[in-house]
């Protein structure tokens, strides 16, 4: 067994058990906190899921380092190194989570490198979990996956999201960018979770998606799950990914992906 599938397994088997605490709350959960406005929010759920998570891993990994999202929040510094790093949204979706909408996931990638090799996708109401190890494809419930082979933006299902910013300015491209796909693409889908909707390009529901002002814990385990399934995943200029860059475009294919870069106003967010 290689390195890797060593961290994997022990990360799998706390996810897995972390889940029950999303899993407790399929109805809901009314109780939380705002953030950095209305709706960013946080619940005791994304807490307890994330020291599970760094707990349980530092315990069985002394040298490994973390991005958590709501460590980050606490006042945690969010640093990229090459040592091995898990980069962690112990809730992604929190919004979903609130109002009982069936989308959440615990979104796990390791960096070794500063090159995400391992991911893990797990949404424990919809008993989806989604994994990925560098060279070793990619899985929906053990099952292999592949994108789509969808090239062109005419026949694309596009996954969006507006974010969690409402800042004017901001929000006039991303009303621009989902006019333009509308307009020029199959649909768009936004299911409320950056994670989710890359696995479902991964899985080739979707066939591409793009975001400005995700963070890091948003996208490192889409990003391998995406890779790994056959599809691209870089920056939307076109640009290799760049993790804390807080802006990602993933797709089925070179070409599509291609056809985005030259479709999308670019936003070049406050970086991680
Ligand atoms: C959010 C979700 C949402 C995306 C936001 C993220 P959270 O993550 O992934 O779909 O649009 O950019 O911050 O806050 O639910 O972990």
Not at 161 to 183: A, H, L, P, Q, W
Not at 230 to 243: E, I, Q
Request: hydrophobic content about 40%.
């Amino acid at each position: 067994m290689g390195e890797i599938d060593r961290y994997f397994d022990a990360a799998l088997s706390l996810v897995k058990s972390a889940g029950n605490l999303i899993s407790e709350h399929v109805d809901g959960c009314k109780i939380f906190e705002r953030k950095s406005c209305d709706i960013d929010l946080v619940t005791e759920i994304d807490k307890k899921v994330e020291e599970t998570l760094i707990g349980g891993l530092s315990k069985e990994f002394p040298d490994h380092k973390f991005i958590g999202e709501e460590s980050v929040a606490g006042g945690a510094k969010c640093e990229l190194t090459d040592a091995p790093t898990w980069i962690i949204d112990p809730v992604d979706g929190t919004l979903n989570f609130v109002h009982g909408f069936p989308h959440s996931c615990i979104s796990l990638g390791l960096a070794i490198n500063k090159e995400c090799v391992a991911g893990i996708i797990y949404n424990p109401i919809l008993k989806q979990l989604f994994t990925a190890k560098k060279g070793q494809g990619a899985f929906l419930n053990d099952r292999r996956i592949h994108v789509s082979d969808i090239t062109e933006l005419r026949n694309a299902l596009v996954a969006f999201e507006v974010g969690t910013s409402r800042d004017e300015e901001r929000c006039k491209v991303v009303f621009e960018n989902f006019k333009r796909i509308v307009t020029k693409g199959h649909g768009l889908r936004a299911l409320g979770s950056a994670a989710l909707n890359m696995a479902m390009v991964a899985m080739g529901g979707a066939d591409a998606n793009f975001e400005f002002g995700i963070h890091a814990w948003d996208i490192a385990a889409g990003d391998i799950l995406v890779r790994e399934a056959g599809g691209v995943c870089m920056d939307p200029s076109g640009k290799p990914l760049d993790l804390l860059s807080r802006r990602v475009l993933c797709a089925s294919t070179p070409q599509l992906a291609q056809e985005l870069v030259e479709t999308l106003v670019q936003i070049y967010p406050e970086r991680d």
